[in-house]
């Protein structure tokens, strides 16, 4: 298993693979450092979280650096993704006692409440594309409501992987309570069967979220899973069009376009199509690619030089297809995996880019012919993760947010984000559960009934 710089291609480190009989002992140690947990107060669990989001404070440039290095990541955008992270642990830190607080329940018993108990072990399996972020966003609901974790990492990122066992331990966590396991994918099936596994969580593709769900469901497993998205902006005529395309550009961007929801279909009613089109170009082609750890860098490299090539492939396709590449579109020379700022336009229903995922620095422009139609656009997708709507009148912003856009996250006038204080989560091919908030820290619980005669 090696560590690659999508920089250079120069390999940063190798790594030897788990055994099977390792990551069995891993298991069990999380297992058995579970019994103990369990039984802990949550103010002993908030203690340790806190003393978590410290040692990611202190060591955000150093992780941040580590996240350039293995998967391209603007140094700036490394550091936010830390920060992130530690205020993430600050929050379950603060409200989990409130969440998991027994609820009593009015009844013809003589007492009746619901309580909220950890299940044991949760594997989770993550990708590269924020590699503290999604692991975080997990770790800290699941290991305050008492349970343990392992986490398997995507093989890209094993420096990253066994950065978050160590800042873990640094934070004093109990021996065994949190397990990297450095396998392949071909070997998580068998990780799901082990019989301390009692449930898992999965962000990735949707095809990988499919394999995960049936094995897992085989074996009554319960699993969360956060899938792919294509993510539509809905940009309506009385728009503030230059804030439109501010935050377009930016969320269409972000991680150098390699985000489950980022913007990646934009549709604009044909009213304000060409000032949109014209400044939406314009942006795009303003931001440069470079160096993740040089200050400036709007993008870094894509993770891999195969994900580039994949995408270069998906861009010509659905120009061969009918689109039109009114932006970018070529392999820039030199040995860094970058891409550059891409817009396609003129995209059929006929196209495969239509109902594809372009996960990397291309945006897909469609214009409708009114705000219906638009809306029709945005749903008609197999995803359904984010989407946004721009409008001045905020108001009916909210109505179609609400009523109308199939996501699990609609926002108006702003870009699609996960926060600690709200759930997070997709519809449809885009998956199914839920993260973060309340509604997070419920998910591997056992939510149990208790009846008294």
Known sequence: MQSVNPLNGEVIKDYIPHTATEVNNKIQSANKAFKSWENTSFETRSAYLIKLGEVLRHRKEELAELMALEMGKPLE??????????????????????????????????????SFQPVGVVLAIMPWNFPFWQVLRFFCPAIMAGNAAVLKHASNVPGCAMAIESVVREAGFPEGLFHTILIGS?????????????????????????????????????????LGGSDAYIVLADADIDKAVEICVNSRLINSGQSCIAAKRFIVVKEIAEEFSSKFHALMKNKHYGD??????????????????????????????????????????????????????????????????????????????????????????????????????????????????????????????????????????????????????????????????
């Not at 607080?101 to 003589?110: E, F, H, M, N, V």
């Open 292 to 453: 993740p750890l040089q200050k400036g860098s709007s993008l870094g490299p894509l993770a891999r030089h195969d994900l580039r090539d994949q995408l270069h492939t998906q861009v010509h396709q659905a120009v061969a297809k009918g689109a039109k590449c009114t932006l970018g579109g070529f392999l820039p020379e030199g040995t860094g995996a970058f891409y550059p700022p891409t817009i396609l336009t003129g995209i059929s229903k006929s196209n495969p880019a239509y109902l594809e995922e372009f996960f990397g620095p291309v945006a897909l422009l469609f214009i409708a012919e009114n705000e219906e139609q638009a809306i029709d656009i945005a749903n008609d997708t197999s995803f359904g993760l984010g989407s946004a709507i721009f409008t001045k009148d905020q108001v009916r912003g909210e109505q179609i947010a609400e009523t109308k856009l199939q996501a699990g996250s609609c926002f108006v006038n702003a870009q699609v984000k996960s926060d600690p204080r709200l759930p997070f989560g997709g519809i449809k091919e885009s998956g199914y559960g839920r993260e973060l908030g309340l509604f997070g820290i419920h998910e591997f619980v056992n939510i149990k009934t208790v009846y008294v005669g």
């Open 186 to 226: 071909k070997e998580v099936d068998a990780v799901i069967e082990h019989p301390l596994i009692k449930a898992v969580t999965l962000t990735g593709s949707t095809e990988a979220g499919k394999q995960v769900a049936a094995k897992a469901g085989s074996l009554i497993k319960k699993t969360v899973l956060e």
């Open 77 to 114: 955008q490394g550091i936010a993704e830390v920060e992130k992270c530690a205020f993430c642990c600050d929050y379950y830190a603060k409200n989990a006692t409130s969440f998991l607080q027994k609820q009593l329940i009015d009844t013809d018993a003589s007492k009746s409440f619901v």
